[in-house]
Every structure is written in C-alpha cells, then in structure tokens.
C-alpha cells in the first residue's frame, strides 16, 4: 500500500503535493482527511478531529493499510494504544447490539419498500430508497472494531435516544434468545433421561 493506490482506494481528490478524501472513520460529508506520503511513509490527517491512530485502525480493517509496519513503541504510542484499546473494550458490546438492531430495521424497512414495489395499492417507494438501505445494511454488515464503535458512537451523538433504545431492544432480544435456547436443552436432556 502506497499513498497513491490508498488515495485511489478512497477516490480521493488530488490537492497540492498529497490528496483529499472523505475521513473513513466518522461520517463525513466534506472531505476531511488529508494523506500526504513523506519519505515513503503515509500520513493520513482528519481535520475533524479522528486521532490518527483511529483512521490508521479503520484502514487496517479495510486493508488499507501496510499490516506490518518497522516501527519503535515510544511511551506516549504506548499509552495512546492503551487508551485506544480502553476506549473501544468499553463501547464495542453496545456497538455489536445496536448493529444487530439496525440490521433488522433495515432488513424490515427493505421489505416494507419491496412489497410496496409489487402492491401498486401502497405508496411507491422514492427512487434510490431501496439502493440506498441495500448500501447503508450492506455498510453496517461490514463494520467491525474501531469503524463500528466510530459509527456506533455517531449515532448515538446523532440520536441518542433512538440508539441506545435499539441497543436496549438487541439485548432483550438476546436474553430471550438464550432463555428459549437453555428452556429447550433443557427439554431435550429431558427427554434424552426418559
Ligand atoms: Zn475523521
């Protein structure tokens, strides 16, 4: 991976000696990220305020980024991977329930839009509709460590209260999964004694 082929990657646009792109790791809407290549090392900058560190991990998630890297822990690199590691023990379980919950909206929603394409009764759905919750589930499906807890944590700052309600609903959804599941081994111990 080299600063051209990570800008063409993330069709980023030429500007001076490096390039603009739109910052992987939180929503962006205007390019915010600069990538520049200085003695044949990539530097990537979010002027929204992503550290480094969490635009590095998103593209390492995407393999976009060199996996092994030469390079000397100083304290300070340390301490921030501590940090970083810290901060996304605390938010991925709610991350991984709220992604659960947004998947079956969505799934639903896509349904909904579907059956509305058939049923001429029921309002047509706008154009793009369909396209945009297949990309937007299809996004969602993907996301994994530091790029989930990033969009997980976006929505939650977007709409808190109807984020942390879906986590609410995916973890009782789960405990009542698990409660049938456990209610059924256990009938079928039953009957495997009888
Ligand atoms: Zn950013």
Same mark, same amino acid.
């Given at each position: 991976?080299?600063?051209?082929?990570?800008?063409?990657? #993330?069709?980023?646009?030429?500007?001076?000696?490096?390039?603009?792109?739109?910052? =992987?790791?939180?929503?962006?809407?205007?390019?915010?990220?600069?990538?520049?290549?200085?003695?044949?090392?990539?530097?990537?900058?979010?002027?929204?305020?992503?550290?480094?560190?969490?635009?590095?991990?998103?593209?390492?998630?995407?393999?976009?980024?060199?996996?092994?890297?030469?390079?000397?822990?100083?304290?300070?690199?340390?301490?921030?991977?501590?940090?970083?590691?810290?901060?996304?023990?605390?938010?991925?379980?709610?991350?991984?329930?709220?992604?659960?919950?947004?998947?079956?909206?969505?799934?639903?929603?896509?349904?909904? #839009?579907?059956?509305?394409?058939?049923?001429?009764?029921?309002?047509? =759905?706008?154009?793009?509709?369909?396209?945009?919750?297949?990309?937007? #589930?299809?996004?969602?499906?993907?996301?994994?460590?530091?790029?989930?807890?990033?969009?997980?944590?976006?929505?939650?700052?977007?709409? =808190?209260?109807?984020?942390?309600?879906?986590?609410?609903?995916?973890?009782?959804?789960?405990?009542?999964?698990?409660?049938?599941?456990?209610?059924?081994?256990?009938?079928?111990?039953?009957?495997?004694? #009888?």
């Amino acid at each position: 991976m080299t600063a051209d082929s990570l800008a063409r990657a #993330l069709e980023a646009r030429r500007c001076g000696a490096g390039w603009n792109s739109l910052c =992987p790791a939180h929503k962006d809407k205007n390019p915010s990220l600069s990538i520049c290549e200085k003695n044949g090392k990539i530097l990537v900058h979010c002027h929204a305020g992503c550290s480094q560190h969490t635009v590095i991990e998103v593209l390492r998630s995407r393999g976009l980024w060199p996996q092994t890297e030469p390079r000397q822990w100083s304290p300070a690199d340390r301490r921030e991977w501590r940090r970083q590691q810290r901060y996304l023990a605390q938010h991925i379980r709610s991350a991984t329930l709220w992604r659960r919950a947004a998947l079956a909206l969505g799934d639903a929603i896509l349904d909904g #839009l579907k059956v509305a394409l058939c049923d001429l009764s029921l309002p047509r =759905p706008g154009v793009g509709e369909i396209a945009f919750w297949t990309d937007q #589930l299809a996004t969602w499906d993907q996301l994994d460590g530091a790029a989930l807890v990033a969009e997980y944590l976006w929505w939650l700052k977007y709409d =808190p209260r109807l984020t942390s309600g879906m986590v609410q609903a995916a973890e009782h959804r789960q405990t009542a999964e698990r409660r049938a599941v456990e209610a059924y081994l256990r009938l079928a111990a039953g009957a495997a004694i #009888l």
